[in-house]
Nanobody
Framework: QVQLVESGGELVQPGGSLRLSCAASGRTFSRYTMAWFRQAPGKEREFVAAINAGGGRTYYADSVKGRFSISRDNAKNTASLQMNSLKPEDTAVYSC?????????????????WGQGTQVTVSS
């Protein structure tokens, strides 16, 4: 069992930066692929970024490539999402997720555990 708690979401101006954190409970964190998804009002949940268990592989949605960076610290049971050059269209609730299997990293159904989400609003 893994419990995930996100933090770091807030109101930021376009062009600004934010760093989201995901704190995980449990001693098996290092076995899980971790990912960030987001969901804007009236829209489907959208894949943002993922990182494999060892941290050596990362994956990004085209819409955030070059602006966002996912990382993890297995010693501290945390995953992070550094978001730069934020745009109004990045406004959404961002959730972290953990996958113990080998499903496709961009599919929400591949993930076993989810956090409650943190609101990111990009607006002037």
């Amino acid at each position: 069992q893994v419990q995930l708690v996100e933090s770091g979401g807030e109101l930021v101006q376009p062009g600004g930066s934010l760093r989201l954190s995901c704190a995980a409970s449990g001693r098996t964190f290092s076995r899980y692929t971790m990912a960030w998804f987001r969901q804007a009002p009236g829209k489907e949940r959208e894949f943002v970024a993922a990182i494999n268990a060892g941290g050596g592989r990362t994956y990004y949605a085209d819409s955030v490539k070059g602006r966002f960076s996912i990382s993890r610290d297995n010693a501290k049971n945390t995953a992070s999402l550094q978001m730069n050059s934020l745009k109004p269209e990045d406004t959404a609730v961002y959730s972290c997720a953990a996958a113990g299997g080998s499903g496709y990293y961009a599919k929400p159904d591949s993930y076993d555990y989810w956090g409650q989400g943190t609101q990111v609003t990009v607006s002037s």
